[in-house]
Structure formats: C-alpha cells, structure tokens
C-alpha cells in the first residue's frame, strides 16, 4: 500500500506565508504527477498546484505569482510554499500523488487534508 502524510497546515493572518509538505512511503517504483487540491467549504475541491516529475508545473490562475509548488523525487515529496496569503485561500488542502508501483501498477492516492485558515 502506499500512504501520503502531509503537514504544514494552520492558521495565518492574511499576507502571511505557509509550506505544505507532503511525503509519500510504501511499495513506490516512481511517482509521475504529484500535487495540492483544495476543497473549501461548500465547493467542489479543485486544482492549486500540480508538478510532474520532470519539473513542469500547472499553477491554478487564482494562486499564480503567490503559490509555488516543488518536488524532490529522491525523497517521494512534494511542497507548497504558499505566500502572499488571501482569507479565500482557506481550504483544506490535500496532497496528490500518481504512483508507479512496484508491480508496475499506476494508482493515485490522496493524503488526508490539512487544513488552512487565513483569517482577514
């Protein structure tokens, strides 16, 4: 099996600065995409940050210049340096992983949420 455990969450007043770290462990060949959805209260979760393994990376608009996303493949992790930070990026924030394993199956696992408040 594989498992995702995030941390970095909390509460932050707006402008302040987060980093979301993420660490993937289990039967793991490689991980291809690795990301943050967001699910705020009463909305469908959706898309921050997404970075494959080469290096590219898909930034959602409403987080673009503010949020950065990074990965170290050595360590299977992932990280969301979060600056500049809005009360309408309060969300619970869950990592994403598309795993490789090591029966050469390809899955995607999800961490447990961490959430994020800004307060205003």
């Known amino acids: 099996q594989v498992q995702l455990v995030e941390s970095g969450g909390g509460l932050v007043q707006a402008g302040g600065s987060l980093r979301l770290s993420c660490a993937a462990s289990g039967r793991i060949l490689r991980i291809n995409n690795m990301g943050w959805y967001r699910q705020a209260p009463g909305k469908q979760r959706e898309l921050a940050a997404l970075?494959?393994?080469?290096?590219?990376?898909n930034i959602a608009d409403s987080v673009k210049g503010r949020f950065t996303i990074s990965r170290d493949n050595a360590k299977n992790s992932v990280y969301l340096q979060m600056n500049s930070l809005k009360p309408e990026d309060t969300a619970v924030y869950y990592c994403y992983a598309q795993v490789v394993r090591t029966n050469w199956s390809i899955n995607d696992y999800w961490g447990q949420g961490t959430q994020v408040t800004v307060s205003s």
């Open positions: 970075i494959i393994r080469g290096g590219n990376t």
